[in-house]
């Protein structure tokens, strides 16, 4: 039997940066940024907007389109987790109005998350194939102003709904592993931004990516030859094609470029988003290549501290009727500018604790907004309707 990507969509955040803004800023020759990372710009989250806001939004535009029924587990991924406890995934649950007889947990391994949660729902959906799953990927990736990896930020979501018969692609069984404890990129409890040792992470992916690989071939994956397509985690554009270039100096075999870079039309403009990366480079790939049906794509998923995964998938017959390239494309046009002086001001006003209470007033277009907190406990809200006023007051302006 056939499992896998039965559906999926993306979101972004409510701002965008143009690197061109923040090269000019800060005496940065913006072809550093153009060419030396290939990106463009990236999403920033109004401040009623999170990790949860994003992910419920993706989730909302799969689940209109493919129904809730059979869901009987939500995962959402994510290093942008707003509760050390409570699983992101909560939230979307209530906002979405799932069932009670959902099961709901978030994991964890920095941007390989997205990937464990897809493995582990290939899992579920093996053992009952009656039964369907949400993953939600979705992340905030904030670095330290006048970091290297400002440059790098971005948010997004993707949610995916995996089950059997899939639609999409048909994720094949076999995936190769690479784990080891190495501290190229992390984010202690009490830290808001990362600790990156830059030159580290790139050597830990490439790394990880040939270790897979390894793996993979050592359990019988196919040979390079006979993968159509790659998509590669997007922390920076280039750094996907240092990736490929790596697997085919290690391999010894020729692959083009040109097998990659259809899955590099996103995220130059939406930055890195971290669990969600993997999978926006695959809608890229998706949507921006035609006659895919009955192609094998090759995935490496990365994530720091350090894991990757490598794994195959194969197009369906008919997938371009359940894509929607203008939703992504949307998002991307919809965003709102910011000034350089607005971002920071922005970056700064997202270092918020957790001790007192405090409303947003509303910004963001998305359908769900973070309404602020009470007594501690985060509030979200539908923006459809109308903005709860009583005891605690949340209204514009605030
Ligand atoms: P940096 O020090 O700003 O950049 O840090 P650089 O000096 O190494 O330059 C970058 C590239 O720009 C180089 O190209 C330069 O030659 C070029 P390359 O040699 O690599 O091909 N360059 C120029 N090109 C044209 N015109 C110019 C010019 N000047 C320089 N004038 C770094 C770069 C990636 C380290 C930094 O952005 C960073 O720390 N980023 C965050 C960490 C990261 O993204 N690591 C990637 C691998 S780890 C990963 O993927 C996991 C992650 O997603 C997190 C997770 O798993 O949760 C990050």
Same mark, same amino acid.
């Given at each position: 039997?056939? &499992?896998?990507?039965?559906?999926?969509?993306?979101?972004?955040?409510? /701002?965008?940066?143009?690197?061109?803004?923040?090269?000019?800023?800060?005496?940065v020759?913006?072809?550093?940024?153009?060419?030396?990372?290939?990106?463009?710009?990236f999403?920033?989250?109004?401040?009623?907007?999170?990790?949860?806001?994003?992910?419920?939004?993706?989730?909302?535009?799969?689940?209109?389109?493919?129904?809730?029924?059979?869901?009987?587990?939500?995962?959402?991924?994510?290093?942008?987790?707003?509760?050390?406890?409570?699983?992101?995934?909560?939230?979307?649950?209530?906002?979405?109005?799932?069932?009670?007889?959902?099961?709901? %947990?978030?994991?964890?391994?920095?941007?390989? +998350?997205?990937?464990?949660?897809?493995?582990?729902?290939?899992?579920?959906?093996?053992?009952?194939?009656?039964?369907?799953?949400?993953?939600?990927?979705?992340?905030?990736?904030?670095?330290?102003?006048?970091?290297?990896?400002?440059?790098?930020?971005?948010?997004?979501?993707?949610a995916?709904?995996?089950?059997?018969?899939?639609?999409? &692609?048909?994720?094949?069984?076999?995936?190769?592993?690479?784990?080891a404890?190495i501290?190229?990129?992390?984010?202690?409890?009490?830290?808001?931004?990362?600790?990156?040792?830059?030159?580290?992470?790139?050597?830990?992916?490439?790394g990880?990516?040939?270790?897979?690989w390894?793996?993979?071939?050592?359990?019988?994956?196919?040979?390079?030859?006979?993968?159509?397509?790659f998509?590669?985690?997007?922390?920076?554009?280039?750094?996907?094609?240092k990736?490929h270039?790596?697997?085919?100096?290690?391999?010894?075999?020729?692959?083009?470029?040109?097998?990659?870079?259809?899955?590099?039309? /996103?995220?130059?403009?939406?930055?890195?988003?971290?669990?969600?990366?993997?999978?926006?480079?695959?809608?890229?790939?998706?949507?921006?290549?035609?006659?895919?049906?009955?192609?094998? %794509?090759?995935?490496?998923?990365?994530?720091?501290?350090?894991?990757?995964?490598?794994?195959?998938?194969?197009?369906?017959?008919?997938?371009?009727?359940?894509?929607?390239?203008?939703?992504?494309a949307?998002?991307?046009?919809?965003?709102?500018?910011?000034?350089?002086?607005?971002?920071?001001?922005?970056?700064?006003?997202?270092?918020?604790?957790?001790?007192?209470? /405090?409303s947003?007033?509303?910004?963001?277009? +998305?359908?769900?907004?973070?309404?602020?907190?009470?007594?501690?406990?985060?509030? /979200?809200?539908?923006?459809?309707?109308? %903005?709860?006023t009583?005891?605690?007051?949340?209204?514009?302006?605030?």
């Amino acid at each position: 039997m056939k &499992l896998g990507i039965v559906d999926m969509e993306l979101a972004s955040a409510n /701002y965008v940066v143009r690197l061109d803004t923040l090269a000019k800023a800060t005496g940065v020759d913006p072809n550093k940024y153009r060419f030396g990372l290939r990106q463009e710009a990236f999403s920033i989250p109004a401040l009623d907007e999170d990790a949860v806001t994003l992910g419920a939004t993706a989730a909302a535009r799969v689940l209109e389109r493919a129904g809730q029924e059979g869901i009987r587990t939500l995962i959402f991924a994510t290093e942008s987790g707003v509760d050390q406890s409570k699983s992101a995934g909560m939230f979307v649950h209530s906002l979405l109005g799932l069932s009670t007889a959902v099961r709901v %947990i978030e994991t964890k391994q920095a941007c390989y +998350a997205g990937t464990a949660a897809l493995q582990l729902a290939l899992g579920l959906v093996s053992r009952n194939p009656s039964e369907r799953v949400l993953v939600v990927a979705s992340d905030i990736a904030r670095y330290a102003v006048a970091s290297a990896g400002e440059p790098t930020q971005g948010a997004g979501a993707v949610a995916m709904i995996i089950g059997a018969d899939p639609a999409l &692609l048909e994720i094949e069984p076999v995936s190769g592993i690479w784990s080891a404890h190495i501290d190229d990129f992390w984010r202690p409890n009490d830290l808001s931004t990362p600790l990156v040792d830059g030159e580290r992470s790139m050597d830990a992916y490439l790394g990880a990516f040939t270790g897979a690989w390894e793996d993979y071939r050592a359990r019988g994956g196919f040979e390079l030859a006979e993968i159509d397509f790659f998509v590669h985690h997007q922390p920076f554009t280039k750094m996907a094609i240092k990736g490929h270039r790596r697997l085919v100096e290690h391999t010894g075999k020729n692959v083009e470029e040109s097998r990659v870079e259809p899955s590099l039309n /996103y995220t130059p403009y939406l930055g890195n988003c971290y669990t969600a990366s993997l999978y926006i480079g695959l809608l890229s790939l998706l949507h921006f290549k035609r006659e895919l049906s009955g192609k094998r %794509i090759g995935c490496y998923s990365y994530g720091s501290g350090a894991e990757g995964e490598f794994f195959t998938g194969v197009v369906q017959p008919g997938y371009e009727r359940f894509l929607h390239p203008n939703i992504a494309a949307q998002e991307i046009a919809g965003r709102t500018e910011l000034s350089f002086e607005e971002y920071r001001d922005l970056h700064v006003a997202h270092e918020r604790g957790s001790a007192v209470n /405090y409303s947003n007033s509303r910004k963001t277009r +998305a359908p769900y907004r973070f309404v602020g907190l009470c007594d501690g406990a985060r509030v /979200y809200a539908d923006s459809t309707l109308p %903005i709860v006023t009583g005891t605690w007051n949340v209204h514009e302006g605030h």
